[in-house]
C-alpha cells in the first residue's frame, strides 16, 4: 500500500505539529506540496513536499546528487557575498535516515525543502522591472556556477535540448501515430517541418567547440525563479531538476518564451498569444548585466535565436506529446498538449516578425 502524505513527512527530520498538507504550484512535471508546520508559540513553518516525476526523471538518485552540489556550490558564493542563503538557495531537508530524499517501499522519490517565505513566483509580473530582475536571477545563477566543474554533473534527462533529436522524436511520433491523431494536425506538423533548418545551430555551435557547455538550469520558466515581495528582487532560482552541461542561451530563452507572452501557456484562443518587445528587453537587460562578462561574443551573438529555437523546440514537443497521446505533460483535457502546441506556433510567427528588433535589443545590452 502507498504510504499517506503525513506518512512520507514524518519519514523527513522536521520540527514541529502537522496542520495542513495542500497540493501547491502548477508545474507540469512533479507533485508539489505546501506543508505547514506549527512550532508553538503561533510561530508556523512553511516546507515545500515533492514526489519526483519518474517518468521524466528516470534516475532520480542522479537528480538529487545534481541539486545537492549545485546547491552547496551556489551557498559557499551567497554567503561569501554576504547574502543569505536559506532564502537565495534551496534548503533541503534530511531523512531520518539522513539521505536528502525518502524513497517509499513502492518506489516514489518524495524530497522536502525550506518554503522560501515573502517571496513569491509569478506567471506573468505585476511591473517591468520584474522581468529585468528575473533575468538578472537566472544569469547570475549561471554566472555563480561558472567555476563549478561541469563534466562533473550527470545529464538527468539526455539531449534535454538537443533541437535536432528532438526532430527526430516529432518524426517518430508522426510516423508511429499511436494516438491516431497526426491526421488532425497537419498544418501543424507542417509549420514543424518547414523550419527544420533552425534546428541543428546550437548543437552544432556547441558540438564543433565553438561555444561551450555550461552548467545551465535548462527550465528556466518565468515562474521558476521567486521574487520577493516586498523589493521585486530575484530571490531563489527553484525548479532545479534539469541543471545539468547545457548551452547557456536556452536559459535566456525560455524565460523570454514563456514571460514575453501574457497569454497563458494553454490558452486556447491563439488571438491572445501576444510577443512583447518591451517584456523581452527587459529580459535582455538584466540577463546581459549578470552575465555579460562570463558569455562569449559568439554566445551573445545567438541570444535573439535561442529565443525562437527554444519556441520552436517547445511547439514540436507539445505536439510530438499530444502525437504520442499525452505521456509526458500532465493534461487536463485531451486538446490540453495541442492547444499548447498551438499558442507555441503562434508566439514563434510573432517572434520571427519582430526578429530584426530583438537583435538590435541585444545589441544595446551587450556590454
Ligand atoms: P515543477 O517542476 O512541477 O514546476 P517547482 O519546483 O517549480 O515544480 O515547484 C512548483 C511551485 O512550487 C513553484 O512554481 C513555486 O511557486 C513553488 N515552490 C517550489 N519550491 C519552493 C520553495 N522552496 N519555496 C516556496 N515556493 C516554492
Ligand atoms: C516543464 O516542470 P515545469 O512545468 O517547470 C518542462 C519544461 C517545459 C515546460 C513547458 C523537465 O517544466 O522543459 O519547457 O514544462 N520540464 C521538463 O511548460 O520537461
Ligand atoms: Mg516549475
Not at 519519514?11 to 512533479?30: A, M, R, T
Not at 515545500?48 to 532520480?60: A, C, K
Request: with cysteine.
Amino acid at each position: 500500500m502507498k504510504p499517506t502524505l503525513p506518512q512520507i513527512v514524518s519519514q523527513f527530520q522536521i520540527e514541529g505539529e502537522l496542520v495542513e498538507i495542500k497540493p501547491y504550484g502548477s508545474g507540469h512535471i512533479n507533485s508539489t506540496f505546501l506543508v505547514q508546520l506549527s512550532q508553538g508559540a503561533g510561530r508556523e513553518q512553511g516546507l515545500i513536499l515533492q514526489r519526483i516525476n519518474q517518468h521524466v526523471f528516470t534516475e532520480p538518485e542522479k537528480v538529487m546528487a545534481n541539486i545537492g552540489r549545485v546547491t552547496a556550490h551556489l551557498c559557499q558564493k551567497i554567503v561569501k557575498d554576504g547574502g543569505d542563503p536559506s532564502r537565495e538557495a534551496l534548503t533541503f531537508l534530511p531523512t531520518k535516515n539522513g539521505r536528502f530524499y525518502h524513497k517509499t517501499s513502492s518506489g516514489d522519490y518524495w524530497r522536502m525543502e525550506l518554503f522560501i517565505e515573502g517571496a513569491k513566483t509569478y506567471q506573468h509580473a505585476p511591473s517591468l522591472q520584474h522581468y529585468y530582475e528575473a533575468a538578472y536571477a537566472y544569469g547570475r545563477f549561471q554566472s555563480l556556477l561558472a567555476d563549478f566543474p561541469v563534466n562533473e554533473l550527470y545529464e538527468t534527462i539526455p539531449h534535454f535540448h538537443h533541437t535536432v533529436k528532438r526532430l527526430v522524436a516529432f518524426e517518430t511520433a508522426v510516423a508511429q501515430d499511436s494516438a491516431k491523431r497526426a491526421s488532425t494536425v497537419t498544418e501543424e506538423i507542417s509549420f514543424i517541418r518547414e523550419r527544420t533548418d533552425m534546428a541543428p545551430v546550437l548543437t552544432t555551435l556547441q558540438e564543433t567547440g565553438q561555444i561551450p557547455l555550461r552548467v545551465t538550469h535548462n527550465d528556466t520558466k518565468f515562474d521558476n525563479v521567486m521574487i520577493d515581495i516586498q523589493t521585486g528582487k530575484g530571490v531563489c532560482v527553484i525548479d532545479l531538476d534539469t541543471v545539468m552541461p547545457g548551452i547557456a542561451m536556452f536559459d535566456f530563452a525560455d524565460a523570454v518564451r514563456s514571460g514575453a507572452n501574457l497569454a497563458a501557456e494553454d490558452e486556447s484562443e491563439t488571438d491572445k498569444v501576444t510577443f512583447s518587445l518591451e517584456i523581452y528587453a527587459r529580459l535582455a537587460h538584466g540577463f546581459l548585466d549578470a552575465t555579460h562578462h562570463n558569455l562569449t561574443p559568439l554566445e551573445i551573438d545567438h541570444l535573439a535565436f535561442a529565443a525562437r529555437l527554444i519556441t520552436y523546440e517547445q511547439a514540436m514537443r507539445f505536439l510530438t506529446d499530444y502525437m504520442n497521446g499525452d505521456r509526458y505533460y500532465k493534461t487536463d483535457h485531451p486538446q490540453h498538449n495541442l492547444d499548447r502546441c498551438r499558442t507555441q506556433i503562434r508566439l514563434l510567427q510573432l517572434m520571427e516578425a519582430s526578429q530584426v528588433e530583438m537583435a538590435e535589443i541585444i545589441e544595446t545590452y551587450r556590454d
